[in-house]
């Protein structure tokens, strides 16, 4: 398996525009998870999605920030407009269950907003 | 909802010597406590876990240790190797619920 993908692994935007990070987790794992990265916060915890469906979205920032899940297969988090302060790793992770197994985290998406 | 208190943030070790990390949790019902390892520009890692019906765990030089009643788990790691600087996050979580993370603790191995 090729684990949990991400991209792009690097994103630079300019204040007010739409952000688009993607995910595709591991076959057959029913939970996903989005996590955003900072040296001040570390791992925070934005959405989680158990058989693509959102069960927890309380972390997520403000309503500029969206989290979709259409199939098993495949993940968008948006951010519009962003701002400077959104700048972070965005870290998605997939799970066969929440509780008894391991996340798996893919590489990231590194985002940095001028 | 779930709090993770992790200590300290930074710990430099001599190489050989040990490392201690300890953290804190606030829900009691919680029931599942991972450790990650997170490499410098790396992804975070599974390196060991445990659940709440045991006291210890251990996997070559690295263990971890949970006390229920005080609410506070460990990670030890023995002698301590230039591969294990890095960023330890100790997490927690209830059944099938969301894995909440500590802030990270960076250990410095010294040559």
């Known amino acids: 398996d090729a684990g949990v993908i991400q991209s792009p692994r690097h994103e630079v935007t300019e204040m007010g525009q739409e952000v688009t990070l993607r995910c595709k987790p591991i076959?057959?794992?029913?939970?996903l998870f989005w996590y955003r990265q900072t040296m001040m916060r570390g791992l925070e915890l934005l959405i989680y999605?158990?058989?693509?469906?959102?069960?927890?979205d309380s972390g997520m920032p403000e309503d500029r920030f969206s989290a979709k899940m259409p199939n098993a297969s495949f993940s968008t988090l948006k951010i519009q407009p962003s701002e400077p302060r959104d700048s972070a790793v965005y870290f998605c992770?997939?799970?066969?269950?929440?509780?008894?197994?391991?996340?798996?985290f893919g590489n990231g998406t590194r985002l940095t907003v001028t | 909802g779930e709090n993770v208190e992790q200590h300290p943030s930074t710990l430099s070790v001599q190489e050989g010597d040990s490392a201690v990390i300890k953290c804190t949790y606030s829900?009691?019902?919680?029931?599942?406590f991972p450790w990650y390892k997170q490499e410098l520009g790396k992804r975070p890692q599974l390196i060991i876990d445990?659940?709440?019906?045991?006291g210890e765990k251990k996997d070559q030089r690295i263990a971890v240790t949970l006390n229920k009643t005080a609410k506070h788990f460990s990670l030890h790691i023995t002698e301590t190797q230039p591969e294990d600087s890095a960023v330890y996050f100790c997490?927690?979580?209830?059944?099938?619920?969301?894995?909440?993370f500590g802030k990270g603790t960076r250990l410095h191995i010294l040559p």
């Open positions: 992770a997939s799970s066969q269950t929440a509780r008894s197994s391991p996340l798996h």
């Open positions: 076959s057959g794992h029913d939970y």
């Open positions: 999605f158990n058989n693509n469906v959102p069960i927890d």
């Open positions: 829900d009691s019902a919680s029931n599942y």
């Open positions: 445990i659940r709440s019906n045991v």
């Open positions: 997490a927690a979580s209830r059944a099938e619920d969301k894995i909440i």
